[in-house]
């Protein structure tokens, strides 16, 4: 007996199948099939064959592969029992539930334990999200537990994952398959730089815009694992979960994070715009969903710890005439700290530096048209503050851990410590009218422990729960904690500390794989970089803000009058556009000349778009190569503005005609030929706006 289950959206089918009672596998997942596929069918055809050297049946890659049926990978499950003793568990079919995506649930009676994988497609975003939970009779000891295990393409060469550091987040890396195991594990108790928890698997030739393409995201903030694994006899499977080790307590129950899966038939693209889709539409809930973004001013690099009331209230009318909506008052506002060695924990506002509570600036704010913001860094302490002197066994780890910017994490797994930042928090909440936080998380943690993740959500959502209108900014030394479990709580990343814009053209083009405009900021920095040095032109600082949730975050009373009129101008252009670009679709573009960085973010409708054309380096030729654009229709007809022509500098000498006027050109001809722009310098932008003029509408997908 065969027993087979199918998901299905408009551009791909995931087919589930096992004989007689054992887990299902994933025999297919790709391009839609026809609804009267015979599937059992499927499930025959893609059996392997067997050869000398190779036991007389292909043990099953399944959603969970079980070393107890000779699986010879990685299995999917390692758990000992309550006093230590390896359990080999063999599950069998017990039921299944189609009434929101599947649930399938097995049970191995021998052992006292319940196995159940969950898959729930999403037609709009192309979304599978997937889970497995682990039940047990009794407290059992927990090594590991991947999600549903997915089969990796075999048409593929290599996959795309990502690394990073701090001011240098998104990096990916391709790696070629071949036997053996491509594994990632990150330990340091957050989402880390190091180690982003996604994944994009392109069948081979696939670039940004053409190709199939397999994308992968793990849904959770603490440490997580992945293994991407070639078996002798050429399958492969692909395994997400928590890191190894990170359940410290025996339990009766353990669930892993969503696994977010999509599959595209328009390269990598087609997975970046399911996922920005997804987070933006089904992950992100919003305190005022209908409200435009505001254009943020953040502090921190014009103050740092030395707040002083007169110079606060003449950076936020300087900020206000830019153009600024939000005004967010960074580190230095608490306890005595003056620097990052102190009274971290000491959540009650500086008598010092604000004599009269922090009311006098919130209103001064607020009389500005600008709402209000404020920074935490709940989950960590100095041990010069108060709070570590009065409750020292209130921080996670050995008393001699080595410190983190001098500072220890607090244990989020103690009901206590959680009522204790609740109540210093929400007084100041409660107190003031304040409508954004920056959550800020600075450290590693000195041990992975899945409890401290569990407990920072549940102290995100006691906030949430009481004060709804208030937003919450997820960072960790810029772009750390990046990931959907936290943007289940939040609504806005800090995608790095870098604000310096050539570092974050390259940073946010490879974060679009995942991430929308809408919650990832970016700011215009100082004309001096404070992270690296460089010295970059103020137009291309701006527009590089405004390919995302555009802020400034610097002192503009260092700005002359041309920086503040082209910063007034490009701000006011993104106030302008917000209404349609924080709901667009970034599709990255597949750039001729590798010194540009390129995309082209969609109106869902198709009727407008902006392409944003980053020269990060000196082309090895003179005269810029055309962009191919792309998800236009052919046959429909677009004009071609260059937004800032008037930015060409005098070496580009020539008549090229979007230096004078507009275009109207054929969608085939912009994406079969492209676009000629300009000659200009190095770290430069172009920015290009497109309008439909005629032709049937059509969604992007």
């Known amino acids: 007996m065969t027993r087979t289950y199918r998901l299905d959206d408009d551009r791909q089918t995931l087919v589930l199948a096992a004989r007689n009672d054992r887990l299902h596998e994933v025999v297919y997942w790709g391009a839609a099939l026809p609804m009267d596929e015979d599937l059992t069918t499927i499930h025959a055809a893609g059996a392997l064959d067997v050869t000398g050297g190779m036991l007389d049946e292909n043990p099953d890659l399944s959603i969970c592969p079980e070393a107890t049926r000779s699986f010879p990978g ?113 330990r340091t108790g957050r989402t880390g730089h190091e180690h982003f928890p996604g994944l994009i698997v392109p069948c081979t030739g696939a670039t940004n815009t053409q190709g199939e393409a397999y994308g992968f995201h793990y849904g959770w903030s603490g440490g997580h694992r992945m293994i991407a694994e070639e078996l002798q006899d050429g399958r492969r499977q692909i395994q997400w979960g928590h890191a190894a080790r990170m359940e410290t307590e025996p339990s009766k129950q353990f669930k892993t994070a969503p696994l977010y899966i999509t599959y595209s038939d328009s390269g990598l693209n087609g997975c970046a715009v399911s996922f920005q889709r997804h987070l933006r539409d089904r992950i992100v809930t919003w305190p005022k969903p209908n409200a435009p973004r505001p254009v943020h001013y953040n502090c921190w690099e014009a103050v740092y710890f030395d707040h002083k009331l007169p110079v606060l209230k003449e950076i936020a009318e300087k900020a206000a005439s830019l153009g600024a909506e939000r005004f967010v008052l960074d580190d230095g506002w608490f306890g005595q700290r003056d620097d990052d060695t102190r009274s971290l924990s000491d959540w009650t506002v500086d008598p010092r530096k604000y004599p009269d509570g922090l009311g006098p600036l919130v209103d001064h704010v607020h009389s500005l048209g600008m709402t209000f913001g404020i920074w935490f860094e709940p989950e960590m302490v100095n041990e010069d503050s108060d709070i570590h002197r009065a409750n020292p066994h209130w921080a996670l780890g050995s008393e001699d851990q080595t410190l983190g910017r001098q500072q220890k994490a607090l244990n989020m797994a103690l009901p206590e410590v959680r009522d204790f930042l609740y109540d210093r928090m929400s007084a100041i909440l409660r107190d003031h009218d304040v409508d954004y936080i920056k959550w800020d998380h600075n450290r590693v943690l000195p041990m992975p422990d899945a409890a401290q993740t569990r407990g920072s959500y549940a102290l995100i959502d006691r906030l949430r729960a009481d004060f709804p209108n208030t937003e919450i900014e997820s960072c960790a030394s810029g772009g750390g904690r990046i990931d959907f479990g936290i943007m289940e709580r939040t609504q806005r990343v800090w995608l790095s500390d870098s604000n310096d814009a050539l570092e974050r053209l390259r940073i946010q083009h490879d974060a679009a794989l995942f991430l929308p405009l809408s919650v990832t900021g970016s700011h215009v920095g100082p004309r001096i970089c404070h992270t690296s040095g460089r010295v970059l032109d103020i137009a291309f600082r701006a527009w590089v803000a405004a390919q995302r949730h555009m802020g400034f975050e610097m002192d503009p009373r260092e700005l002359d009058d041309h920086e503040v009129a082209v910063l007034t101008e490009v701000t006011s252009w993104w106030k302008h556009n917000r209404h349609w670009m924080q709901q667009a679709d970034i599709l990255r573009l597949d750039s001729a000349d590798p010194a540009v960085i390129a995309e082209q973010q969609m109106a869902q409708d198709g009727d407008q778009f902006v392409v944003f054309a980053g020269k990060a380096a000196t082309s090895a030729q003179i005269s810029p190569r055309p962009l191919r654009l792309t998800n236009l229709v052919p046959t429909a007809t677009y004009r071609i503005n260059l937004a800032n022509r008037t930015s060409a500098p005098a070496l580009s000498r020539g008549d090229q005609i979007l230096k004078t006027q507009e275009i109207e050109v054929s969608g085939a001809y912009l994406m079969r030929h492209g676009v000629t722009l300009p000659w200009t310098f190095p770290d430069r932008m172009w920015v290009i706006e497109g309008t439909r003029l005629t032709g049937a509408s059509k969604e992007t997908s």
């Open 74 to 186: 990685q299995p999917g499950l390692i758990v000992r029992d309550s006093d230590g003793t390896p359990l080999l568990p063999k599950f069998c079919f017990e039921s299944v539930d189609e009434t929101d995506g599947i649930v399938l649930t097995y049970r191995d009676a021998d052992n006292g334990l319940q196995l159940t994988v969950s898959f729930k497609p999403d037609p709009h975003t192309h979304i599978i999200t997937c889970q497995t939970t682990l039940d047990a009779d009794r407290p059992v000891h927990l090594h590991w537990l991947a999600a549903p295990v997915l089969p990796g393409p075999q048409q593929s060469d290599e996959m795309i994952d990502f690394s990073g550091r701090w001011c240098g987040e998104f990096q990916p890396n391709r790696t070629a398959w071949g036997a053996g195991i491509r594994y990632r594990e990150n």
